[in-house]
């Protein structure tokens, strides 16, 4: 039977195994577009939902710096993007050591793109042009946030960041970033 029904001339439509996938063809072109659009949305709630829950993700970045720097020394964005680019070497009189995560670090690629508002990319090459020409070298970069701490604690002038939920009692707060 089965031999006769390969070599039966009816129809595609007509023979029996093809019935039923013609059927979940015909619904799936009757209801294509909005079944697509069912499935995308589905992903993207996906990717959302795994994108906030990773482990990666940065609430809140806090700029450190050393017990010298008083309590009337201001900070905001602004002074931070002209430390961080070596625009202001020098504040209240006393040398600035800004410092830096590895590259690659979600809290760098925050600070980065909060302060100074371009990519991690953007900042590199930056700093490729500005040592070519003689105007300073990038700041000092630390492998993990306790050797960041540690600098800031032991180099007068030291300023660096962190994710707020690595603030410990005894680190400087000198600007909060949202």
Known sequence: MRANSRLSKA???ARPEHQKLSGYWGALRRHG????????????LL???????????????????HESWGTTDVFDKNMMSRIYTGRIVQVAGMSVQPV???????????????????SDDDYVAYW???RAIGKGAPPVEMNTVQEMIDFV?????????IDASQ?????????TLP
């Not at 604690?153 to 960041?161: D, E, F, K, L």
């Open 33 to 44: 577009a909005q079944v697509f659009r069912i499935i995308t949305g589905y992903f993207f």
């Open 100 to 118: 830096n995560m590895k590259t690659g670090d979600v809290t760098r690629a925050v600070f980065i793109k909060d302060i100074l508002r371009q």
């Open 153 to 161: 604690r032991s180099t007068p002038g030291a300023i660096g960041y």
């Open 128 to 130: 490729i042009v500005r």
């Open 167 to 175: 603030l410990r009692p005894g680190i400087k707060t000198l600007l």
């Open 11 to 13: 129809p595609f439509s």
């Open 47 to 65: 990717g959302f939902l795994l994108a906030g829950l990773s482990s990666g993700a940065v609430a809140e970045v806090i700029v450190i710096g």
